[in-house]
Every structure is written in C-alpha cells, then in structure tokens.
C-alpha cells in the first residue's frame, strides 16, 4: 500500500470517532514496542491506519493486541533479571 487515507480506513471502520478513537489505542501499542502487523517504515500513526486499512486492527481484536505487549514487556524484565541474577553471581 503505497498511501494510506481515511477513506481506506472507512471503509473498515466506516465511524471517524471509534476509527479515531482505535488510531489512538494502536498508535500508543505501537510507542509501547508492540510490533508493526504491516510492513511500514513510517511514523506510529501512519503505521496504525495501515494495518486498520488492511484489517489487522480491529475493535475485536485490539485489547488482545495490548495484552501481547504487557506479556512482552514483562518477559523482556524476567529475561533482564536473570542476566543481572548471572552477572552478580
């Protein structure tokens, strides 16, 4: 997908307040470290209205998307507290 538009993202979630109201959830995912669902070297939002355009974030699926990242985010601190566990000893 060369540019993303509005229009595009309409057309999977055809209310520009919960398309809004999505953007936002799966942009700020995205700052947490979740991973791109799309290819895209572009900025957060940019990223979020690609991978609703394509379909990939939805309201059914977008909670499950931030779970994800909080398992993420804490095996990356148990992986951070055995090096450190192997560094002291």
């Keep these: 997908m060369a540019r993303v538009t509005v229009e595009d993202c309409l057309r999977v979630e055809p209310s520009r307040f919960r398309l809004i109201h999505l953007t936002i959830q799966r942009v700020r995912q995205l700052r947490k470290g979740a991973k791109s669902l799309v290819k895209c070297d572009n900025k957060e939002i ?44």
């Design 46 to 89: 940019v990223c979020a209205l690609r991978e609703i355009a394509a379909g990939k974030v939805t309201w059914e699926n977008i909670e499950q998307l931030g779970k994800e990242i909080e398992e993420l985010s804490l095996g990356d601190f148990l992986d951070l507290a055995k090096l450190a566990d192997k560094k002291s000893t």
